[in-house]
């Protein structure tokens, strides 16, 4: 089993940054891909971003250029730099790790960030 834990979430100012964090624990060798999902109130879940074990990042076109995802894999860690917030980033934030076995995806509990105008 893989259990993560997010950590960073908040309240900022539009034009503001915050760093979300995700800890991995458990069986992580079984991990591959890790990322981002938001859900905004009455909206579906949607992607933000992803980093395979290698690095290789890909990002939603909504947040390309002002959010980065980075991995500590000796940490078992997964980072979501945001910079220049805007308020329809408002969400909670769930961190994903898809075991490259199985394919399937364990999720974290969610984090809370708020972007006031």
């Known amino acids: 089993q893989v259990q993560l834990v997010e950590s960073g979430g908040g309240l900022v100012q539009a034009g503001g940054s915050l760093r979300l964090s995700c800890v991995a624990s458990?069986?992580?060798?079984?991990?591959?891909?890790m990322g981002w999902y938001r859900q905004a109130p009455g909206k579906q879940r949607e992607l933000v971003g992803t980093?395979?074990?290698?690095?290789?990042?890909n990002y939603a076109v909504s947040v390309e250029g002002r959010f980065t995802i980075s991995r500590d894999n000796a940490k078992n860690t997964v980072y979501l730099q945001m910079n220049g917030l805007k308020p329809e980033d408002t969400a909670v934030y769930y961190c994903y790790a898809r075991n490259r076995f199985t394919g399937y995806n364990y999720w974290g509990q969610g984090t809370q960030v708020t972007v006031s105008s």
């Open positions: 980093i395979t074990r290698d690095g290789i990042t």
């Open positions: 458990g069986d992580t060798f079984r991990l591959n891909a």
